[in-house]
């Protein structure tokens, strides 16, 4: 998403934009706040980490920007679309069109295989047609080293691979942003590394924007952003500060 101004220079658009994001949980004696008034721009194609201690709230507010759970109070807007004003129904249909998932649990269906776990998403769209779908998916299996493995079932695959399959049905609906959860947290060093590198490389190539959360400062610092949730307050860090 770009703009052109008067002097026909590119200024970069925010692909999300969080204004004074509020999350409270509602106690019979009293209101936990997570996060408060906080505002964030992500513009398109960047790499964003998000980091923090356990129950810090990271991955609520990864649920939030993804439009899977809404916040208390504040504006969001997602691609253009002002996510508060929409119903559950609607949300999914932004989901649908924008965003892609990769889970620390992988999330795949066991009795699929890889090929058919992919296709998945393009199920839920209008005018599926089977044929291109499966056509596209191996070729994304292929780019992520799966080719070989393509009508295996996710029990005789391996974390990393499972891993692989999911980036491969994250990016099979030409997603504009990958939400990503602790992707490498179910998996050895090494393979943690490949990932780390895969995902990358792909967010490179494909021009997604990929926000992350993640216990690992290695993998956060990798990014062009980090953001660390501390005491219901987003902080940047920048090159390398703290």
């Known amino acids: 998403m770009i703009q052109v ?143 070989r493995q393509a009508t295996q079932t996710p029990k005789v695959l391996s974390g990393g691979e499972q891993q692989r399959v999911a980036i491969a049905r994250a990016l099979i609906s030409d997603p504009k942003i990958i939400f990503a959860d602790e992707p490498t947290g179910n998996l050895d060093t090494q393979t943690a590394k490949e990932i780390e590198q895969l995902l990358f490389q792909l967010n490179r190539e494909f021009g997604t924007t990929l926000v992350l959360v993640t216990h690992d400062p290695t993998l956060a610092e990798q990014c062009q952003r980090h953001f660390e949730l501390l005491d219901g307050r987003l902080i940047e860090h920048r090159n390398g500060e703290g």
């Not at 513009?43 to 993804?66: D, F, P, W």
């Not at 759970?69 to 997602?78: E, F, M, W």
């Open 5 to 147: 101004t008067s002097d026909n220079s590119i200024m970069p658009q925010a692909i999300i934009s969080a204004q004074q994001l509020t999350q409270k949980i509602k106690l019979p004696q009293k209101e936990f706040i997570i996060f408060e008034n906080f505002s964030l721009d992500i513009l398109a194609g960047e790499q964003v980490a998000i980091t923090g201690r356990s129950g810090s709230g990271k991955s609520t507010l990864l649920g939030i920007l993804a439009t899977l759970d809404q916040a208390s109070s504040g504006k969001l807007v997602v691609c253009g679309e002002s996510i508060v004003e929409l119903n559950e129904e609607q949300r999914a249909l932004v989901r649908l069109k924008y965003i892609g998932f990769v889970f620390q649990s992988f999330q795949l269906l066991p009795h699929l295989t890889a090929v058919e776990n992919v296709m998945l998403p393009l199920r839920l769209q209008k005018n599926f047609n089977f044929v291109a779908a499966e056509k596209k998916a191996l070729a994304l299996l292929k780019k992520v080293g799966l080719e």
